[in-house]
């Protein structure tokens, strides 16, 4: 038998388009979510869902210009869009495996260009004995940040990158949370839970007085920060002021020592300053012209006394002078309280300076 029996084959085909509507909007056209064209057949309506429930042809929207769907009820900023539309096609229209493989992006490798859009959640899941990793890249394809989670103590890392200047990717700094909420930039701690560092909040350039003669009490060495001790003699292997102070002077003897010292610490902003060493000099802090020195003294004053004087004597013969009572205001007599200073009642405390 000859002859043609049947028509060409064809099969039905899905295509699904997701809107996100803005605020108010009543219709919904172009381009969606997946950068696609919406498009369809007047002749067959899609099926249109919002926020998941299906809504009605004629009652609910209207579909009759092939490009866009009009007269749905104002819809609200977060709303999602999904329309169905069905056509057919036939074989000649099917891609053949090595194609469609080109197309798609493959479940270990390969290359995602354009943006992605991740509903609710995006997860970067670490395998066995391996980290999670979340790298950020600039146009040219080069590292310039990474989020990534460290299996070895469970720390998330956000980490930034820059050019070294050949070409290179170099690691520029790096924030690191931890699981018993220790948190760290660049290797140094920033904050611990319940336990802010108080010595780091202190400003540059201000004396700090401490009872550290209690025990403990200074600030440390080994922080990000710096302190200065305002002592001489702390500058050897092991002082406090080690590495830090230079040209150290002290000159005179108590009660009038003059100490002083240079501030030798690039990093610091007071770098290559002259700093008084006022523990040292024993110096009290007065309000004034800051850095101004004064030595000890007295106000000058002036002591009234009253005499009742008298005088006598005969002819030829001599004068003889007479003085009776005498009294002085001094206020007051010395009582026994001396030493080679004068001062107030006071007690010592040792000044330090935060100086980086």
Do not use: C
């Not at 579909?63 to 007269?71: F, W």
């Not at 991740?118 to 990793?133: G, K, M, P, V």
């Amino acid at each position: 038998m000859a002859g043609k029996i049947g028509n060409q084959p064809s099969m039905g085909v899905r295509r699904v388009y997701v809107f996100y509507p803005t605020e108010g909007a009543t219709s919904v056209s172009g381009p969606d979510a997946n950068g696609v064209m919406l498009s369809y057949d007047p002749l067959s309506p899609p099926n249109v869902h919002l926020n998941g429930s299906k809504l009605v042809a004629g009652h609910d929207y209207v579909a009759t210009t092939g490009t866009s769907i009009t007269d749905i009820a104002p819809m609200h900023a977060g709303d999602v869009v999904v329309i169905e539309v069905f056509g057919t096609w036939s074989p000649a229209d099917a891609y053949a495996k090595i194609e469609a493989d080109a197309r798609f992006l493959q479940k270990t490798g390969g290359t995602l260009t354009g943006t992605l859009l991740a509903i609710n959640a995006l997860t970067a899941q670490a395998q066995t004995n391996s980290n999670a990793h979340v790298w950020l890249k600039n146009a040219d394809g080069k590292n310039r940040g990474l989020v990534y989670w460290d299996r070895n103590n469970g720390a998330v890392v956000l980490r930034v990158y820059t050019d070294d200047g050949n070409g290179n990717d170099i690691a520029a700094g790096s924030l690191v949370l931890y699981p018993n909420g220790t948190m760290t930039f660049n290797g140094n701690t920033v904050w611990h839970s319940g336990n802010l560092d108080p010595w780091a909040s202190i400003p540059l350039r201000v004396p700090i007085p401490v009872f550290d003669h209690l025990g403990g009490g200074a600030p440390p060495t080994d922080k990000w920060y710096r302190y200065v001790k305002l002592s001489a003699g702390e500058t050897g292997p092991g002082g406090y002021n080690e590495g830090i102070l230079t040209n150290e002077i002290v000159e005179g003897t108590a009660p009038l020592i003059y100490a002083s010292a240079v501030i030798n610490l690039p990093a610091s902003p007071v770098h290559w300053q002259a700093v008084r060493l006022i523990n040292t000099e024993r110096r009290f802090l007065r309000a004034g012209s800051s850095g101004t020195t004064q030595d000890d003294a007295i106000q000058n004053h002036t002591h009234s006394q009253i005499r009742d004087n008298a005088y006598g004597g005969g002819a030829g013969g001599p004068t003889n002078f007479f003085w009776g009572s005498t009294s002085s205001s001094t206020g007051g007599v010395n009582s026994g309280r001396v030493d080679n200073e004068t001062r107030p009642r006071n007690v010592g405390v040792t000044y330090y300076m935060r100086i980086l």
